[in-house]
């Protein structure tokens, strides 16, 4: 009967018939089922966000989504729970409005496509969103996020948000000013939330850089030298290469041309592996104990005060992307079961071939895709994602300049130089300083360089030691 009641409301609603005192009391008598919280709140999903709110009478949908820095479209339904499938159903009066942006982020242009879309929102396996689009298709291969809630802090809130930034940090204060100043609309720094884009390199800047040496590299010398299952079915040049990693750890010597020779490893040594096996595995590695530390393994290495700085960018409504030099597989599986609330398509890194199970020696483009291959990695390796390469990655894969980098090392330089290089928007570029060598395996002559460097270029240096009041956690002491 309620179900019924909701209806006929959403209808009256549609029709502007509300007013009435019928209305007004049916309304008011019929809470939200419980189990229809699930769909409440903020959903994120690439560029496209949900926002689903109960309003008495059932649920509002706002759907957005940008298709470039100048062009969005909304997607408006009023919709009823249908507590037998759990969905969210629509009324047939569906709205898509189409909007063309000024550069000041004003509306030039709103195109109202149809008012008779349909369309039904369920939750899959994961708890992700599921939007059915019966009018046009637009939510097909879409999946949504749930935003957590303590993730939208108001901007007079980011005290609590960066509490783990110390009380007098300049970089604290430079991010909460800017960030003031960009959402303020109006403004003449006011960026539009469609161009609100922040990358962020990842070992080193994110995650733990070195222990004793990055995460991609000791997974090298554990699958090649230690991995019972591979080790001895390994090629003289990858055991030639781990063995060049061990050595590096225990002497800091250098090896040029190391960081492809790796690639190339980590592509032959899984070659074969499914996509799912080979996050399996970096899920295991996840597991072993991080050498230098108590209460720390390997997949637990990030650094929180910037996950607090990747939360409350998001709350502020900016897009979020990892750009390392890392294989983004790799990137994916350490993130995946993580804190880091962060979809894999928002994960871009250096590369290696993925091809079909059956495709053997076939070229992609005289093959086809059959309904029983898989996907498999190809053993070949791309390339590496540093230094100009991440530039070339960010226009193809996100397409236009983000107003936002942050970064730890000169493999990062060109990326902070393209973001705050003729932005229209303003921008800044964020470089971490390892200077604390008390709770992290710091480099203070690494650090003064980056300092340097930071004044050289006009960057904003972050200290490790000064900004910070914690890097991991109370629970986890270095040796």
Not at 102 to 121: L, M, P, R
Not at 205 to 215: A, G, I, K, S, V
Request: glycine share 8%; hydrophobic share 40%; aromatic share 12%.
């Amino acid at each position: 009967m309620k179900k019924t009641i909701a209806f006929l409301l959403l209808v009256l609603l549609a029709l502007g018939l509300t007013g009435s005192a019928w209305a007004e009391e049916a309304a008011e008598s019929i809470p939200m089922p419980a189990e229809a919280g699930a769909f409440e709140g903020v959903w994120m999903c690439d560029r496209a966000n949900a926002e689903l709110y109960w309003e008495e009478e059932g649920f509002r949908v706002l759907i957005t989504w940008s298709s470039s820095a100048w062009e969005q479209s909304e997607w408006e339904y009023a919709c009823y729970y249908h507590e037998d499938s759990n969905t969210l159903v629509s009324m047939p009066f569906g709205t898509r409005t189409d909007y063309v942006y000024n550069e000041d982020g004003t509306a030039s242009f709103a195109d109202i496509k149809y008012q008779d879309g349909e369309a039904v929102f369920s939750l899959d396996e994961e708890g992700c969103l599921i939007w059915q689009d019966e009018k046009e298709n637009a939510g097909e291969g879409l999946r949504f996020v749930h935003a957590p809630e303590e993730s939208a802090p108001a901007a007079e809130e980011a005290e609590d948000a960066l509490s783990l930034w110390t009380a007098d940090s300049f970089v604290k204060e430079m991010l909460v000013t800017y960030m003031q100043a960009i959402t303020q609309e109006g403004s003449e720094d006011y960026i539009p939330p469609i161009d609100r884009i922040a990358v962020f390199d990842f070992d080193g800047t994110l995650f733990c850089e070195t222990d004793p040496n990055y995460f991609d590299y000791t997974l090298l010398v554990h699958r090649v030298l230690e991995d019972p299952d591979y080790r001895d079915r390994a090629s003289d040049y990858e055991k030639e290469t781990a063995l060049k990693i061990v050595q590096q750890n225990e002497t800091g010597e250098s090896f040029p041309g190391l960081e492809i020779d790796h690639g190339k490893c980590i592509a032959s040594s899984f070659a074969g592996m499914t996509l799912d096996d080979f996050d399996a595995y970096i899920q295991e590695f996840k597991k072993l104990p991080m050498p230098s530390y108590e209460g720390m393994l390997r997949g637990d290495g990030w650094y929180l005060p910037m996950l607090q700085v990747v939360e409350y960018l998001q709350a502020n409504d900016f897009t979020v992307y990892v750009v390392s030099g890392t294989d983004r597989f790799i990137v994916r599986g350490i993130v995946r079961n993580s804190p880091m609330q962060l979809p894999p398509r928002n994960i871009i890194g250096s590369d290696e071939t993925v091809v079909a199970s059956k495709q053997g020696d076939s070229d992609g483009l005289n093959y086809v895709f059959m309904n029983d291959d898989v996907l498999i990695l190809g053993g070949d390796f791309i390339v590496k994602n540093l230094k100009m390469n991440k530039v070339s990655v960010i226009i193809q894969e996100i397409g236009q300049q983000p107003v936002l980098s942050f970064g730890n090392s000169t493999g990062d330089a060109s990326m902070a130089e393209y973001v705050t290089s003729n932005n229209r928007y303003p921008s800044i570029a964020f470089m971490l300083c390892c200077d604390d060598t008390e709770r992290e395996n710091g480099n203070i002559g690494k650090a003064d360089k980056m300092f340097s460097l930071c004044e050289n270029f006009g960057w904003v240096p972050i200290s490790m030691r000064d900004d910070w009041t914690t890097i991991y956690g109370d629970s986890v002491v270095k040796k």
